[in-house]
């Protein structure tokens, strides 16, 4: 049958269209983990507190639908990389589920008994719905970076030979930091937008402290990638419109592998650039009480550093440190032609609506959240 889009042309549009979803997940959703983090910082009072959490009361709820695009599109567009990446990552997935769940049961619990105990307990549990996602999805990438202890035997059945202990290597965890270091970035830039006074001027400090951390620690992973980290590189022809089947290739490792793309695709440079310049605007434009425009800068920073990882491992995109010719391609892990095509059209109805619904909720809650709001408002806020 003679589809409208070939083979290849939607591999690589579902493999953007991935990399779109994960950062819509970590713009959207990263400024709630990242106001988690903060919310020991920011907020000294209950009273602070409580007008730091219904900042994202009414929103975290929709902007978790990101993760739940970005978790079904890797189950339905490539089925090898949901089976080896969730099942290999299970005791850290569950670790982020748990301290996900802590996330809603704290909005809705901290403000039911007037006991300063008993909402310290409910704050660090928001703490850690904050922080636990945002540092085990950096060290996902930086695992993933290295290569995830994985094979296929002849009749394609895959093997996890990892250990959750083993995901947390020195390189992991400092991918881990970069994670959390953008997202509290990103959390107190809309801290910026939604907050007046010493509030506001708080997390103004926090934007800029987070921002030059980011910097710093981008920077080292960066030469850590360029100049210690053996890259996956596959030495065969592909034959890229080909039913997929992850060992019919040969993959070496080389030191800086992960830079090739960059020298062959110049243009490819505008993603870690704009890492760097969205990081380095949101300092300038913190500083010169742009909030809204401090916000994108750091969600430009943001897309910048997850695009400059898809773009530095492309095609791989799953590759195996156990056996690298076991390594999970576009070309060689994707679902068929047609499952493709049908999840695009999907896709092209219901990603605009959710979008236009979503823009149309943040325009109806814009405004900022103040203490006297919240004292108006006694019983139906966090």
Same mark, same amino acid.
């Given at each position: 049958m003679n589809l409208p889009i070939d083979y290849v042309t939607l591999r690589v549009i579902w493999w953007v269209l991935l990399g779109l979803l994960l950062i819509g997940f970590a713009v959207m959703d990263g400024f709630d983990l990242g106001i988690g983090i =903060? =919310?020991?910082r920011v907020a000294r009072t209950n009273e602070e507190r409580r007008v730091v959490l219904n900042t994202v009361g009414p929103v975290w709820e929709g902007n978790q639908i990101w993760l739940v695009l970005g978790g079904g599109a890797i189950f339905?567009?490539?089925?090898e990389i949901y089976a080896?990446? *969730?099942?290999? *990552?299970?005791?850290?997935?569950?670790?982020v589920l748990l301290a996900l769940i802590l996330r809603p049961v704290g909005f809705k619990y901290r403000s039911k008994i007037d006991n300063t105990?008993?909402?310290?307990?409910?704050?660090?549990? =928001?703490?850690v719905s904050g922080f636990v996602p945002a540092l085990v999805f950096g060290i996902a990438v930086g695992n993933v970076l290295e290569g995830v202890p994985f094979h296929y035997d002849e009749t394609l059945r895959s093997f996890y030979s990892g250990t959750f202990w083993g995901l947390l290597n020195p390189f992991a965890i400092l991918c881990g930091l970069v994670s959390v270091a953008m997202l509290a970035m990103h959390g107190a830039a809309f801290l910026t937008i939604k907050t007046t006074d010493i509030i506001q001027q708080r997390a103004r400090t926090y934007v800029r402290l987070f921002a030059c951390i980011t910097i710093v620690l981008f920077s080292v992973a960066g030469a850590w990638v360029a100049m210690r980290l053996a890259g996956y590189v596959s030495t065969d022809t592909l034959v890229l419109d080909a039913p997929s089947n992850p060992l019919h290739k040969t993959v070496v490792l080389q030191v800086g592998a992960w830079l090739l793309n960059y020298s062959r695709y110049p243009l490819t440079m505008a993603a870690p650039l704009c890492g760097y310049l969205g990081a380095i605007f949101t300092i300038l434009l913190a500083g010169l009480r742009l909030p809204k425009l401090t916000w994108l800068m750091s969600a430009i920073s943001i897309a910048g550093i997850i695009t400059t990882v898809g773009i530095s491992m492309f095609p791989f995109i799953l590759p195996s440190s156990t056996d690298p010719n076991s390594s999970l391609l576009v070309w060689d892990a994707s679902s068929s032609h047609l499952t493709l095509l049908i999840m695009l059209i999907a896709t092209m109805i219901f990603l605009p609506l959710i979008i236009v619904y979503t823009s149309w909720v943040y325009y109806v809650l814009r405004g900022k959240v103040t203490s006297s709001y919240i004292n108006q408002n006694q019983n139906s806020l966090y």
């Open positions: =903060l =919310l020991h339905a567009a490539w089925p080896v990446s *969730f099942s290999g *990552f299970y005791f850290a997935i569950l670790l105990m008993w909402r310290s307990v409910w704050d660090f549990c =928001l703490f």
